[in-house]
């Protein structure tokens, strides 16, 4: 794989790297609010109404710079194999997680914050990918590759069966907390998190370029820290909280 060093690229990937270690030092003191830490007050808009406002732009920047890209210019398999697969995930959350969460109204300028970063996120994986970026022919059988598509398939299957529990927790309407129980919350808190976070290394793997680890690095700074305030806050609503049950990393934290 060859790379172009394009300013706008190395700018971006900076400032998603310096913005994930604010928002990760922000969090050691507060999480971000919404769901269960949104405020009572303020103006909120539906959670599946939501998700799909701000997710949605991820899902169509990237497709939309392969509708404007030239023929030949910048649509090699490599460069197509990974742009499907950063928009596996958002067609995923914006279009089938977001008709089905049962999760709470999410403030609206939580919503304009998420839009708009979802769109300069996937404007610059998709301009990196399609635009920077040449993979050599050898690429497809290369093992980082098998290992970045495995790692990213075990982590959205994890996501998407995480979510799937969540959702179950709740009949229709319903703002309760339960504790959930199986698949990957066996073992940690923040099952969906890990997913997720497994899910952006592994195309940072499969990548290996500077904007796709500088995503990687940002998912695991900002939902990383919710995971943990998520454990801890398990912990102090029920007393039969399972002990052995980790935060975000198994057996470890």
């Known amino acids: 794989m060859t790379s172009c060093r394009e300013s706008s690229v190395f700018y971006l990937s900076w400032m998603l790297i310096i913005g994930g270690v604010v928002l990760f030092w922000r969090q050691q003191r507060v999480c971000a609010l919404y769901g269960r830490y949104a405020p009572g007050q303020g103006h909120c808009w539906p959670a599946g109404l939501a998700w799909f406002l701000q997710e949605v732009p991820a899902l169509l920047t990237p497709l939309l710079l392969l509708l404007w890209t030239e023929e030949g210019s910048g649509s090699g398999t490599g460069t197509l194999v990974l742009l499907c697969t950063f928009v596996l995930h958002y067609s995923y959350r914006s279009l089938i997680y977001a008709f089905l969460t049962r999760g709470r109204p ?8 998420s839009a708009a970063f979802c769109g300069l996120n996937g404007f610059l994986q998709g301009h990196h990918l399609l635009h920077c970026t040449h993979f050599h022919h050898t690429w497809m059988t290369a093992v980082r590759l098998a290992a970045g598509w495995f ?20 009949k ?29 290394c592994g195309y940072a793997v499969a990548a ?11 998912t695991v700074c900002s939902i990383g820290p919710r995971a943990c305030h998520h454990h801890r806050d398990y912990q102090q609503r029920f007393e039969d909280y399972p002990p052995s ?5 198994p057996f470890l934290l």
């Open 151 to 170: 790692l990213f398939l075990v982590g959205l299957s994890i996501n998407i069966h995480s979510d799937h529990i969540l959702r179950n927790l709740r």
């Open 245 to 249: 049950r980790k935060a975000i990393i």
């Open 106 to 113: 999410v403030p609206l300028r939580i919503i304009v914050f």
């Open 208 to 218: 290996g370029s500077f904007p796709a680890w500088a995503w990687a690095f940002f």
């Open 172 to 200: 229709p309407g319903e703002l309760i907390y339960r504790i959930p129980r199986g698949g990957m919350f066996e073992f940690v808190s923040g099952a969906n998190f890990l997913g997720e976070i497994l899910e952006w």
